[in-house]
């Protein structure tokens, strides 16, 4: 019998052997000590291995049905830690609208070790199998992407890479393996900003990485301990707390957030909502494919940058801050925060413009967060009404 998802994050960390504690020991050693010359013990250095942070990369392997997990200092450890099993010479084709710490270190990064990039709309995978070169090693996916809530059918694009003797990434930090399971689609590597919905409490920052075959997983092993971007025990045990809560926590917000996403549309100062949970979104149908959820982020336009300030400086209950994915709904203006890393005009094209707002949906009462967007909305309405009048 196989346990579901929820029952797996409450225990596949599991108990301490030697004392039966609930809770994974934390482990503050960077050292350990061996018992022979000839032979060391499971463990020997905390880079190469932690046993709390072993035990929440066991975790994270089981609850994505990979091979091996890897824990990471950041979500963008991670996600160029995986970008080194490429080399010199390598192409790799990425999702246009990846997040902006992505494009940052694919953009100005990357290229300094001999590795080229394109950009592709990875919602037309037309234009992603013309984009392949013979040296394209990785295509890379964010799905739903972020601000905009694109969608990308997993399980194509992992067929059209295998068929160019490609490699597909996929960042599933939006969906979490609650809802979206790469490995099963076909991807080979999934990434995680373990800072957002897995650790659940903005208290961390954190990455980790699941390979599905071994061979893979033993090269990401020797980067993650020749690279050394590693997690410490600490983080790695609020993060392993942090999943146990995950199915609670992520089921709550997302059912706040199809509500909110709801109100939104039916708004008039709302000129625009990104949510993959309306029949209307034109990824809906792979997104109930492929996911069983459609998360607790979407984002919204208003008009222009004068609606947004004031829509800002109205909202009593959200924290304005960059990050996503916590007990606290957070607001968060994309143009200067997650994508201020992106030039303007690649900003407008994906259409992050100054209107834009992504929201993150916590675990607060939804009439409250419902009150507040709607007594916020109001401001907008009658003072930007004012500003066309005068
Ligand atoms: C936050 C985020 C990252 C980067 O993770 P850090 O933990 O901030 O380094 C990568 N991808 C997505 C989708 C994110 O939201």
Known sequence: MTDRLETKFIHSAGVDAQTGAVNVPIYLSSTFHQESIDEFGPYDYSRSGNPTRRALEETIAKLENGTRGFAFASGMAAISSAFMLLESGDHVLVSEDVYGGTYRFITEVLGKFGIDHSFVNMTDLDEVARAFRPNTKVIYIETPSNPVMNITDIEIAAKLAKANGCLTFVDNTFMTPLYQNPLDLGADLLLHSATKFLSGHSDIVAGLAVTKDAALGDRLGFIQNSFGSVLGAQDSYLLIQGIKTLGARLKQSSESAQKI??????????????????????????????????????????????????FKDALRIPVFAVSLGAVETILSYPATMSHAAMPEDERKKRGITDGLFRFSVGLEHIDDLLEDLEQALEKVRVKSKLSIAN
């Open 261 to 310: 996403a709801k109100f939104l549309h039916h708004h008039p100062v709302v000129e625009e909502v990104y949510y993959p949970g309306f029949s209307f979104h034109p990824g809906n149908p792979i997104q109930q494919r492929q996911a069983s959820g459609y998360g607790a982020v979407l984002s919204l336009r208003l008009p222009d940058k004068n609606a947004a300030r004031i």
